[in-house]
């Protein structure tokens, strides 16, 4: 009568990374592994991405390819990645990267970029407003500005005592005024945009000249 051999097979475990020590290396392993894309679904390479572990300070992320960007390595600890790119809102998101059996277990991310909803139509820049201590209508006003670090001027819009600069411009201006028989006058400005960052917030400027020389 025939038997079934029987074989005996004997396991061991490696010493070191527990059980897995043939699967760690030395390589360092991302905290975070990312992509940014609008609402469409395209990449966002030009995104500014920074984060924070646990609160300390902010570090940039590395983009690698296309919409593609990790941040931090071998790190733990809660992270909080911020997302900047102009023509949409910033976004924040929060997650928490853990410790792996030989690397930190890298946490995953897909940034969704929205962009402003805004109105096609710009504001001005710059809302000027002439006046005369006489009352007097002035003649043949003028007024123009110019940008910091240019070298020339651009006219401004308007007529009488009404004149707007710029159309969704921001940064430091400064804005001249002049009219027949009048000594020109100018004021330095700074436009900033509006809290929904479609536009700039208008900056309001009066001049006021005397009565005709």
């Known amino acids: 009568m025939r038997h079934p051999l029987l074989f005996l097979v004997l396991l061991t475990a490696s010493p070191g990374c527990g059980s897995q020590e043939a699967m760690c290396d030395d390589g360092l392993a991302p905290s975070v592994i990312g992509t940014v894309v609008d609402e469409s679904g395209a990449d966002l390479p030009s995104t500014l991405i920074t984060y924070t572990i646990d609160g300390g300070e902010p570090q940039e992320c590395t983009f690698t390819e296309g919409a593609a960007f990790e941040c931090g390595s071998e790190e733990l600890g809660v992270f909080v990645l911020s997302a900047t790119l102009w023509g949409y809102y910033d ?35 710059v809302a000027v407003t002439l006046t005369s201590l006489s009352d007097a209508l002035l003649e043949n006003p003028v007024v123009s500005w110019q940008a910091a670090g240019s070298e020339e001027r651009e006219d401004c819009s308007g007529s ?18 002049s009219a027949d028989g009048l000594t020109e006058q100018s004021q330095s400005v700074v436009v900033e945009w509006a809290e929904d960052q479609c ?3 208008t900056v309001p400027v009066l001049f006021e000249f005397p009565a005709a020389e």
């Open 160 to 177: 009488g005592a009404d004149w707007v600069c710029g159309s969704d411009d921001a940064g430091e201006f400064t804005v001249y005024a």
């Open 91 to 125: 976004l924040t998101s929060q997650l928490t990267v853990y410790d792996g059996a030989c690397h930190v277990n890298s946490a995953e991310v897909e940034i969704v970029m929205v962009a402003w909803d805004c109105t096609v139509q710009p504001l001005p820049s």
């Open 199 to 201: 536009h700039v917030a």
